[in-house]
T-cell receptor
Framework: SQTIHQWPATLVQPVGSPLSLECTVE??????LYWYRQAAGRGLQLLFY??????ISSEVPQNLSASRPQDRQFILSSKKLLLSDSGFYLC????????????FGSGTRLTVV | GESVGLHLPTLSVQEGDNSIINCAYS??????FIWYKQESGKGPQFIID?????DKRQGQRVTVLLNKTVKHLSLQIAATQPGDSAVYFC??????????????FGKGTLLTVNP
């Protein structure tokens, strides 16, 4: 069966420090992958999506970047975190072309202090 | 469109009552809709879906209604329980190229069930 893993679950980082959040999917190949951010009490904001290795599309210009070095690995990064980067980060995947919606990971709670 | 920058609407119900959560979607070309449930500190989980060629679909204690004329979606939860307390998101599926689709999420509604 397919599973999605995100880590770490929680993270407290100082302003100006770098960030690396990782997401991996198991049990499928060539998925579409997504990074979402959710501020406290807010909805879901799509940050990046990827349809294949090295293919990244950005939805919102910001302090973050994403990479897909392997088929089932999606990484969210920042060189220098801002206070406004705090939030709940969610990775999601879907079977390409199957049109059945996304499966979300358990999320990473990032607090920038 | 995607829900950013706005506080979530809230719905408070008594345990055992029925809950109705509403959602307006944006694109008349959307042909697939999903309801997600997000508990505090967790990722959204699939509840129920419906295709545009249907106007009603039932699951266990949940029913989704689709009104394409007014682009409205609703989720009905029967005999609401404390475990139903969560944020509920609707999502519409839009084609964005080839065989790829992108989910666009609604604002979300915070459901609180009072014992």
């Amino acid at each position: 069966s397919q599973t999605i893993h995100q880590w770490p679950a929680t993270l407290v980082q100082p302003v100006g420090s770098p960030l690396s959040l990782e997401c991996t999917v198991e049990g499928t190949s060539n998925p579409n992958l997504y990074w979402y951010r959710q501020a406290a009490g807010r909805g879901l904001q799509l940050l990046f999506y990827s349809v294949g290795i090295g293919q990244i599309s950005s939805e919102v210009p910001q302090n973050l970047s994403a990479s897909r070095p392997q088929d089932r690995q999606f990484i969210l990064s920042s060189k220098k975190l801002l206070l406004s980067d705090s939030g709940f980060y969610l990775c999601a995947w879907e079977v390409k072309g199957h049109h059945y919606g996304y499966t979300f990971g358990s999320g990473t709670r990032l607090t920038v202090v | 469109g995607e829900s950013v920058g706005l506080h979530l609407p809230t719905l408070s119900v008594q345990e055992g009552d029925n809950s109705i959560i509403n959602c307006a979607y944006s694109n008349s070309a959307s042909d697939y809709f999903i309801w997600y449930k997000q508990e505090s500190g967790k990722g959204p989980q699939f509840i129920i879906d419906i295709r545009s060629n249907m106007d009603k679909r039932q699951g266990q204690r949940v029913t989704v209604l689709l009104n394409k004329t007014v682009k409205h979606l609703s989720l009905q939860i029967a005999a609401t329980q404390p475990g139903d307390s969560a944020v509920y998101f609707c999502a519409e599926n839009l084609a964005w190229g080839g065989s790829n689709y992108k989910l666009t999420f609604g604002k979300g509604t915070l459901l609180t069930v009072n014992p």
